[in-house]
């Protein structure tokens, strides 16, 4: 069973920069396929971006052009680099399997924007 481990969250101030990493237990763990997804206050879970075989990558419109997803198959990791931050992009950002059956969800890590 695959243990997903987030981690660089921490308060910003907008039009900060934060980077997010996403660590996987299991050595046979693949980048491809995966993706990072937000839970803002009082709302759904939702994909804001993920990655496919080839490095494709594809992002929620809300985060087009600010965030970019990444991967180490070696390192068993993915990335959320995130710039330009806004007060909407506040929330618990967890990374998981973008279609499919998931991976028992981490703990997040929670992103704080401020204006």
């Known amino acids: 069973q695959v243990q997903l481990v987030e981690s660089g969250g921490g308060l910003v101030q907008a039009g ?3 980077r997010l990493s996403c660590a ?3 050595s046979s763990f693949s980048i491809n396929y995966m993706a990072w997804y ?3 206050p ?3 879970r939702e994909m ?3 990655i496919t075989s080839g490095g494709r990558t ?3 419109d809300s985060v087009k052009g600010r965030f970019t997803i990444s991967g180490d198959n070696a390192k068993k990791t993915v990335y959320l680099q995130m710039n330009s931050l806004k007060p909407e992009d506040t929330g618990v950002y967890y990374c ?3 279609a499919g059956p998931v991976y028992p969800w981490g703990q997040g890590t929670q992103v704080t924007v401020s204006s």
């Open 16 to 18: 900060g920069s934060l």
């Open 38 to 40: 937000r839970q803002a």
């Open 58 to 60: 594809n992002y929620a």
């Open 48 to 50: 804001v971006a993920g």
């Open 96 to 98: 998981n399997k973008a």
């Open 24 to 26: 996987a237990s299991r």
């Open 42 to 44: 009082g709302k759904q």
